[in-house]
């Protein structure tokens, strides 16, 4: 049997660690070849190292995905050598605990500059690529992007941000006939460093009732979701199992937002 994405040309960014570095790993099991990128050059490494040493295709590069000339010039660079990009994983995230009063506007316009704009920057790079390649987008989006969380209020609205433009990103690429489908996936608490962190930098009463609230509201078992969980979500719409599939919202939450 074929790997399913066997001849792909893949990007990911944020892919030094967590979820990014799960995905990279999984589309490699697959057959693609994975661009890992990250703001941290030595993490990007290690993860396109592993990836190599497991006998897959992968390169590291660091990308600051908030610099609106290196988005245009790593995406020139791979359609350059490699002929084409066929799948971009916006997935480089942050998030910095506060409600709305405590939140500094600074910390405010950081969190949408990472989460959301350059979800707009990889978006409209990949397009001038992948619209004579054909190819997939998925942006990495959260429950929270569909849900309120009192503490993460940056954070909620950057994500939810993402939610609607996939579906403007979607929709014009459709309207222009355009080979590309634009997806985004909508993780629920999954045991990552950053989610462990961002509940760590809470309050600590703040801290027990959210991991109460957890244990309560998660369905399936009270318990976290693992980073192969997000993965294998993402494998599905890079793959052309989803070539029906545009402007759609993947929930991978172990039924959180079901409530």
Not at 38 to 45: C, L, P, R, S, V
Not at 113 to 121: D, M, R
Not at 160 to 175: D, E, M, N, Q, Y
Not at 211 to 234: H, Q, S, T
Request: net charge negative; aromatic share 6%.
């Amino acid at each position: 049997m074929a790997a399913r994405l066997s001849d792909k040309i893949a990007l990911v960014t944020g892919a030094g660690a967590g979820l990014g570095e799960a995905i990279a790993t999984r589309f490699a099991q697959e057959g693609a070849t994975v661009i890992v990128t990250d703001i941290n050059g030595d993490t990007a490494g290690r993860v396109a190292q592993k990836i190599s040493i497991a006998g897959g295709r992968a390169e590291a590069r660091v990308q600051d995905v908030t610099d609106e000339a290196l988005w245009d010039a790593v995406v020139a660079d791979i359609a350059d050598r490699y002929g084409a990009l066929h799948v971009l994983v916006n997935n480089a995230g942050i998030v910095i605990p506060a409600n709305v009063e405590q939140a500094t506007v600074a910390d405010w316009r950081s969190t949408q500059a990472i989460n959301g704009e350059s979800v707009f920057l990889g978006t409209r790079a990949a397009i001038q690529v992948m619209k004579k390649c054909s190819g997939s987008i998925i942006n990495i989006s959260s429950i929270e992007g569909i849900v309120g969380e009192p503490h993460t209020a940056a954070y909620n609205y950057s994500k939810g941000g993402v939610r609607i433009f996939t579906k403007s990103a979607a929709l014009h690429c459709a309207k222009e006939g355009y080979p590309i489908r634009v997806n985004s996936v909508h993780p629920g608490f999954i045991l990552t460093a950053m989610v462990e962190e961002g509940i760590g930098s809470m309050p600590q009463k703040v801290q027990d009732e959210m991991r109460a609230r957890l244990a309560r509201d998660i369905p399936m078992g009270g318990a976290m979701g693992e980073p192969l969980d997000i993965a294998n979500g993402c494998l599905f719409l890079a793959s052309e199992e989803s070539k029906y599939m545009t402007g759609a919202e993947l929930v991978i939450d172990g039924g959180y937002t079901c409530h």
